[in-house]
């Protein structure tokens, strides 16, 4: 994974590829991607945009990066999600 082509192919206008992306981002979680270029990044995704695609794959790397509760046993799993705002970080899970 070269972050700075991967970088590079955002401010381009390029369409990034599934395991592209998956890479930047564990990298970055492994810390072999600096922040600076995640802030790069971010930027260039900003002004370029991501496609459908992009968007889900982001999506799904991030969902997936750490650990997946199973609340498959629960009669009546519900959703409980934050739409921000001051010290509003970290949704817990209620059972």
């Known amino acids: 994974m070269n972050p ?3 970088i590079r192919e955002k401010r381009e206008g390029l369409k990034h590829r599934r395991e592209d992306l998956k890479a930047f981002l564990e ?3 492994k810390e072999e991607v ?3 270029q995640v ?4 930027m260039a995704a900003f002004l370029r945009g991501l496609d459908p695609e992009e968007t889900l794959w982001l ?3 991030m969902a997936y990066s750490g650990r997946v509760l199973d609340l498959s046993h629960l009669p ?3 959703d409980k999600h ?3 705002g001051v010290g509003d ?3 817990l899970v209620a059972g």
């Open 82 to 84: 934050s739409s921000g």
């Open 27 to 29: 990298g970055y979680l």
């Open 89 to 91: 970080k970290v949704s």
């Open 59 to 61: 999506t799904e790397t």
């Open 39 to 42: 802030s790069a990044w971010l």
């Open 34 to 36: 600096a922040d600076y």
């Open 76 to 78: 009546h799993p519900v």
């Open 4 to 6: 700075v082509q991967f």
